[in-house]
């Protein structure tokens, strides 16, 4: 087998491409180490990469045919991805070759609730972003009678990032106060159902308010966005921020808004900020998840953040808002971080060294059984 399928990365889309690109080039850059990468996404930023590393291998294979076949007659050590769903639906583990299947999290949220059910059962190995999410697969395996996975405590590297890039960024100093709005994706949204009355409410108090759709939001409901940008265009207070790869709101903001939406815990505990929920009916991809009788991490976790704002009671948010500003307690949520995130020293470092174990402990086993 050619070096370059020794380990195999697939991105879905933009989005698993943004986590998967890290470890892949820490194995590139550290360890010289031969990658192929799969891709679905024609606009992939990776085939620009592959200009300067020569030991880097890109494939755009779309979303259809050609993908399902390769999945099936895949031969590599080691794939590695973000899709979960592998054998619930058409893409199916390799059926020529004993390819050894490493999940990765693209957010920070529960297994059982947020998944659908047997979402990571084709899997080996998953690396995990904390202690809550290794309960959830440990008891998921005992109450189905699963055989058990190889589980790493890896963390989650937006959070780490987010950390690091704060500690040396610099503040612009402001009288308003700074509200970030980001809402989720799918149904039951703050952009969908409440938008327009929670922006007014806001900026009856001159906060200055900065909008940040989701970016399938972006994409799919343009004249959407269109009009609630001419609603208020004549406020100088309101910001609509389109731009995804500008994360300086992020720094600037002193509070953030959010419904479902990852970039809640992300925020809160990777920035040690409160956080707002509105509270709208949560997505569960899951309907057996209560059986595992663990509260799923997106659940327990707002109300030790911030604050949850009911619908229907929206002309409160700036009273909450007061109230969770003058009440927060950064060293409470540091503690919590504490308990939901692994933070380690050289993490990305660490990975790639497991990967490459993996993937050369499979190779020399299948070796092995070919003799």
Same mark, same amino acid.
């Given at each position: 087998?050619?070096?370059?399928?020794?380990?195999?990365? %697939?991105?879905?889309?933009?989005?698993?491409?943004?986590?998967?690109?890290?470890?892949?080039?820490?194995?590139?850059?550290?360890? @010289?180490?031969?990658?192929?990468?799969?891709?679905s996404d024609i606009n992939d930023s990776i085939f620009k990469e592959a200009k300067y590393h020569r030991n880097l291998k890109v494939l755009y294979i779309g979303s259809g045919f050609?993908?399902?076949?390769?999945?099936?007659?895949?031969?590599?050590?080691?794939?590695?991805?973000?899709?979960?769903?592998?054998?619930?639906?058409?893409?199916?583990?390799?059926?020529?070759?004993?390819?050894?299947?490493?999940?990765?999290?693209?957010?920070?949220?529960?297994t059982h609730s947020n998944y659908r059910q047997g979402a990571f059962d084709a899997y080996d190995t998953i690396f995990c972003t904390g202690s809550q999410q290794i309960s959830e697969?440990?008891?998921?395996?005992?109450?189905?009678?699963?055989?058990?996975?190889?589980?790493?405590? @890896?963390? %989650?590297?937006?959070?780490?990032?987010?950390?690091?890039?704060?500690?040396?960024?610099?503040?612009?100093?402001?009288?308003?106060?700074?509200?970030?709005?980001?809402?989720?994706?799918?149904?039951?949204?703050?952009?969908?159902?409440?938008?327009?009355?929670?922006?007014?409410?806001?900026?009856?108090?001159?906060?200055?308010?900065?909008?940040?759709?989701?970016?399938?939001?972006?994409?799919?409901?343009?004249?959407?966005?269109?009009?609630?940008?001419? %609603?208020?265009?004549?406020?100088?207070?309101?910001?609509?921020?389109?731009?995804?790869? @500008?994360?300086?709101?992020?720094?600037?903001?002193?509070?953030?808004?959010?419904?479902?939406?990852?970039?809640?815990?992300?925020?809160?505990?990777?920035?040690?900020?409160?956080?707002?929920?509105?509270?709208?009916?949560?997505?569960?991809?899951?309907? @057996?998840?209560?059986?595992?009788?663990?509260?799923?991490?997106?659940?327990?976790?707002?109300?030790?953040?911030?604050?949850?704002?009911?619908?229907?009671?929206?002309?409160?948010?700036?009273?909450?808002?007061?109230?969770?500003?003058?009440?927060?307690?950064?060293?409470?949520?540091?503690?919590?971080?504490?308990?939901?995130? %692994?933070?380690?020293?050289?993490?990305?470092?660490?990975?790639?060294?497991?990967?490459?174990?993996?993937?050369?402990?499979?190779?020399?086993?299948?070796?092995?059984?070919?003799?």
């Amino acid at each position: 087998m050619p070096e370059s399928r020794k380990i195999v990365f %697939y991105a879905e889309d933009i989005q698993s491409q943004n986590f998967l690109i890290d470890l892949l080039m820490e194995l590139l850059n550290k360890f @010289d180490q031969e990658i192929c990468y799969l891709t679905s996404d024609i606009n992939d930023s990776i085939f620009k990469e592959a200009k300067y590393h020569r030991n880097l291998k890109v494939l755009y294979i779309g979303s259809g045919f050609i993908r399902t076949w390769l999945f099936i007659n895949l031969k590599a050590d080691l794939f590695i991805t973000t899709m979960p769903d592998i054998e619930i639906f058409h893409l199916k583990r390799s059926k020529i070759y004993p390819v050894h299947y490493l999940y990765i999290f693209h957010a920070l949220v529960s297994t059982h609730s947020n998944y659908r059910q047997g979402a990571f059962d084709a899997y080996d190995t998953i690396f995990c972003t904390g202690s809550q999410q290794i309960s959830e697969i440990r008891k998921t395996e005992k109450y189905y009678n699963l055989p058990k996975k190889n589980i790493f405590k @890896d963390g %989650y590297r937006p959070i780490e990032y987010l950390i690091n890039e704060s500690k040396s960024y610099k503040k612009n100093s402001s009288d308003k106060l700074k509200i970030l709005i980001a809402p989720s994706w799918g149904e039951n949204n703050i952009f969908e159902h409440c938008m327009n009355e929670l922006i007014e409410n806001l900026l009856n108090e001159d906060n200055e308010i900065f909008l940040r759709p989701h970016p399938m939001t972006l994409r799919n409901h343009g004249n959407e966005i269109e009009k609630l940008k001419s %609603y208020f265009s004549k406020n100088i207070n309101f910001n609509l921020q389109e731009d995804h790869k @500008d994360r300086s709101i992020l720094f600037e903001s002193d509070i953030l808004i959010t419904d479902w939406s990852g970039i809640g815990i992300e925020y809160g505990l990777g920035l040690l900020k409160p956080v707002i929920y509105i509270d709208l009916p949560k997505k569960n991809f899951n309907p @057996d998840f209560e059986k595992l009788n663990i509260t799923p991490m997106e659940v327990s976790i707002r109300s030790e953040i911030g604050e949850i704002v009911d619908i229907q009671n929206l002309e409160s948010i700036n009273r909450v808002i007061s109230n969770i500003l003058s009440t927060y307690d950064k060293e409470d949520v540091l503690a919590i971080r504490e308990r939901y995130v %692994y933070i380690k020293e050289n993490a990305l470092n660490k990975a790639a060294k497991r990967v490459l174990n993996i993937a050369n402990s499979n190779r020399s086993r299948n070796i092995r059984n070919s003799n």
